[in-house]
């Protein structure tokens, strides 16, 4: 029973939490100086530090898209539809999701053990005690710095994925690099941005807020701490696989 109660109750908590993490953004825009430095040094560890891994992981896409599927595609005479191809599954589909992943699998546990560390320190209490909120302290910055890093990563995600097609293209079918380009923009509509941008969006919103808010659960015991950063894993990706079949069945319900 207590279970089925937590079940029912847990994602209310983490809309209340969101709600309230909202409001502390437009006080930390306002107020927030002291915690700038926390912002930027979550950008710094989210985003610039993943730059590598996920430039690898774009060009293997990209070059994957194209060895599978410039070969099918000659065999119908469709070799035209490997752009559509290489715009649905890098910019639509598989970069923001591909980007989320990395960001849980760095940021997730750093950030959901970072606050159970606070909290079980009772360094959370002490900013209680002297009048800061920890909310518009700890997780505005924490939360701004997750979401704006998941929407860059995403746009040097689908950069890099389109750009490793190409070299990879060269192989099969050698073009200049203008020409293969030009092709790609015009098959890229601004729906197709518009739906990548609101994926990262939703994405790093989901991410940052499961990650602090676990961290904040936590009560006393230290052996609590790695069971947080499980847990907002778990439950990151949860979030932003649902969340990515929700829109991208009301994307191709109203848009295709």
Not at 2 to 29: A, D, Q
Not at 41 to 46: D, G, N, S, Y
Not at 130 to 154: C, K
Not at 193 to 222: C, D, P, Q, T, Y
Request: glycine fraction near 8%.
């Amino acid at each position: 029973m207590n279970s089925l109660l937590s079940l029912l109750t847990k994602p209310l908590y983490i809309f209340g939490f969101f709600i309230r993490t909202l409001k502390g953004v437009g006080y930390f825009l306002f107020r927030g100086s002291v915690s700038f430095k926390s912002l930027i040094m979550q950008i710094l560890f989210t985003f610039v530090e993943a730059l590598s891994v996920s430039a690898l992981l774009a060009i293997g896409i990209g070059a994957a898209v194209n060895v599978i599927g410039i070969p099918f595609l000659a065999k119908l005479s469709q070799e035209r539809l490997i752009y559509t191809l290489l715009i649905t599954i890098i910019t639509r589909e598989l970069g923001p999701l591909l980007a989320a992943f990395i960001i849980i699998a760095r940021s997730a546990t750093a950030i959901a053990t970072e606050i159970a560390g606070m909290v079980i320190s009772h360094e959370v209490e002490a900013y209680i005690s002297v009048g800061i909120d920890p909310i518009e302290h700890l997780a505005v910055p924490r939360f701004l710095g997750v979401t704006i890093s998941l929407f860059l990563l995403n746009i040097y995600f689908s950069i890099f994925g389109l750009a490793g097609s190409f070299l990879v293209a060269q192989l099969f079918n050698p073009m200049p690099a203008a020409i293969y380009f030009d092709n790609l923009l015009q098959i890229l509509s601004i729906h197709d941005i518009l739906i990548s941008i609101i994926k990262s969006l939703g994405f790093g919103m989901i991410i940052s807020i499961v990650a602090i808010s676990r961290g904040f659960e936590v009560e006393r015991a230290s052996t609590e701490i790695p069971v947080a950063g499980l847990k907002a894993v778990g439950a990151a990706f949860a979030g932003c696989i649902i969340l990515d079949i929700v829109l991208t069945a009301l994307y191709y319900m109203f848009l295709i």
